[in-house]
């Protein structure tokens, strides 16, 4: 793929997919323990790989308006998650990550993440990251109050998944922040 993305995290590597990732991917996307997080339910085999070839395709558009990468592991080419950043608004991009269960708990979130935060302020240009996480998931909102975001509100009802209607609390970081924060 013509211009495709590679970013080099501490430990991770974040790339764009390939129609090859459908059985890693599945392993994330088909896990309820994942998707229970996430702002859509569980997909099969067909919905994992409609979602990529979605994802190959919006990679390849100019100008491009979202990065959905793979997140591959210290170990290999396997695709153990996945992270977004969707860009919207004037130099504003939102946040996503998702990881195989097996992988939690190893910090490879986290890396992906400051790897696409530092990409969207420092290559894109960004001023403004948000990320929207279920009131629940006290792990990643953890992990986005260590990398520096602050905590804004909550979105009532923001999501419809597994079946209910789900609020979600944002987050934001600003480019001067993450800047300042990267400078001590």
């Not at 088909?30 to 339910?41: E, I, K, P, Q």
């Not at 708990?105 to 894109?124: E, M, N, P, S, V």
């Not at 609390?169 to 924060?181: C, D, G, M, N, R």
Request: with cysteine; net charge negative.
């Amino acid at each position: 793929m013509e211009n495709a993305i590679r970013l080099e995290g501490d430990v991770v590597t974040l790339r764009d997919f390939n129609l090859e990732d459908t059985d890693d991917v599945l392993k994330i996307a088909g896990d309820d323990r994942v998707t229970h997080w996430l702002s859509y339910d569980s997909r099969d085999r067909d919905g994992v790989r409609a979602m990529l070839e979605g994802a190959v395709n919006r990679a390849q558009q100019v100008p491009r308006n979202e990065y959905y990468l793979a997140i591959v592991g210290p170990s290999g080419d396997n695709v153990i998650g996945f992270c977004r950043l969707g860009l919207s608004g004037v130099q504003a991009g939102k946040l996503g990550y998702a990881l195989a269960p097996s992988e939690w708990g190893k910090g490879y979130a986290t890396d992906a993440a400051r790897t696409l935060i530092q990409f969207g302020f420092r290559d894109l240009g960004l001023h403004r990251i948000s990320a929207a996480i279920g009131p629940d998931n006290a792990q990643s909102i953890k992990l986005v109050e260590a990398l520096g975001f602050t905590r804004e509100g909550v979105l009532r009802d923001h999501v419809f998944t597994n079946g209910a209607w789900r609020d979600s609390v944002l987050y934001s970081l600003l480019e001067p922040e993450w800047t300042a924060a990267e400078e001590r």
